[in-house]
């Protein structure tokens, strides 16, 4: 097709979008340790949710696994994911001598802190989140089993029965919807006057911040894409803001070979925003893709800057070596 034939389409890229500050640091780390040790590189899990990510790791040396039984005896190093891990993994890879470096996002770790801490006062603990996301499990291993009451929906609130409802906390996942956890925290609230909650939301920056910028855009496109991978949390999350905030077509792809083209060849204008472990490289494939069908124009919807950085975990910062 040449240009003249081509329909328009506007493209409005949501900023901030894709890698956050806790994902730039976990492939970071593995990308580190190979460079330092030289491969193999062991990952427990997903470095971060996102197959294309994964496999270029996978590529350079790093073997993925899901538990640490999977490893065999090894002076290598073993890398925890972003998402967190349960405290007995640390312990089991200590007992067996394996070299571990904890990737956890330092977010997700405040959580856990924050967890402890109430657990030493004595409180019994409310996590809103998603049974079996691994951030959750990582979360809900911090603490003796039932220490935790796992919710999910204004169902779950209005079921539980805490041992001692004049002590509990609240801690949430980091990556869930803004509007859905304020919700089920006013229920809490409601039920449980005097639930102690996080002095700062437990939801990240950078998830807040990208469903902010899909609030800002769904309701001026046709169609909104979603970079990311199914099984990344924050990026269901903004599919689903995009559908709530009116968009007609909202979905989640990983690559163009992902979209159903024929529900586009109506759409004028279309949102495209990524989660929070999707390369930009994977953004400008579809942009890509896209134009080879549509006279394309590009527009950013910036609703924030993002400034946030993290260091590499100790282990592999450049003074540590020395
Ligand atoms: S989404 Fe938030 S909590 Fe998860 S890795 Fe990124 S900054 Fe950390």
């Not at 039932?146 to 609240?170: F, H, K, M």
């Not at 949430?172 to 803004?178: A, D, F, I, K, N």
Request: proline fraction near 7%; hydrophobic fraction near 40%; glycine fraction near 6%.
């Amino acid at each position: 097709m040449n240009d003249d034939e081509r329909p328009p389409l506007d493209i409005l890229l949501c900023a901030p979008r894709g890698f956050c500050a806790g994902v730039v640091r976990a492939i970071d780390a593995v990308e580190r340790a190979l460079s330092r040790y030289g491969p193999p590189v062991y990952v427990r899990h997903e470095i971060v949710h996102n197959r294309y990510v994964v496999d270029s790791l996978k590529r350079k040396g790093a073997i993925f696994v899901e538990n640490l039984s999977e490893i065999p005896p090894t002076s290598a190093p073993v890398i925890f994911s972003a998402h967190g891990v349960p405290k007995a993994v640390p312990e089991e890879a200590s007992g067996r001598g394996l070299f571990a470096i904890d990737a956890t996002c330092p977010l997700v770790t405040k959580v856990h802190r924050e967890a402890e801490l109430h657990h030493r006062r004595g409180r019994d603990i409310v996590l809103i989140g998603h049974a079996g996301h691994p951030e959750v499990v990582g979360t809900l291993g911090q603490l003796p089993q039932g220490s935790i009451l796992l919710v999910q929906t204004l169902g779950d609130v209005e079921a539980l029965c805490p041992r001692d409802p004049e002590n509990l906390a609240y801690v949430t996942q980091t990556t869930l919807s803004v509007d859905d956890t304020a919700e089920i925290v006013a229920a809490l609230k409601q039920r449980f006057p005097h639930i102690a909650g996080p002095h700062k939301e437990d939801i990240c920056y950078a998830t807040t911040n990208r469903q902010e910028a899909v609030k800002r855009v769904a309701p001026i496109v046709d169609a909104i894409i979603v970079v990311g991978s199914p099984n990344s949390s924050n990026s269901q999350r903004l599919r689903e803001v995009a559908e709530r905030s009116g968009c007609p077509i909202s979905r989640l792809v990983l690559h163009a070979c992902d979209i159903d083209w024929d529900e586009f060849t109506t759409v004028k204008r279309l949102g495209i925003t990524a989660g929070a472990s999707a390369p930009e490289i994977l953004v400008q494939e579809i942009i890509d893709a896209f134009s080879e069908r549509r006279k394309v124009t590009v527009e950013t919807i910036s609703t924030t800057d993002e400034s946030v950085f993290f260091p590499l975990p100790r282990a592999l910062r450049d003074d540590a070596a020395a």
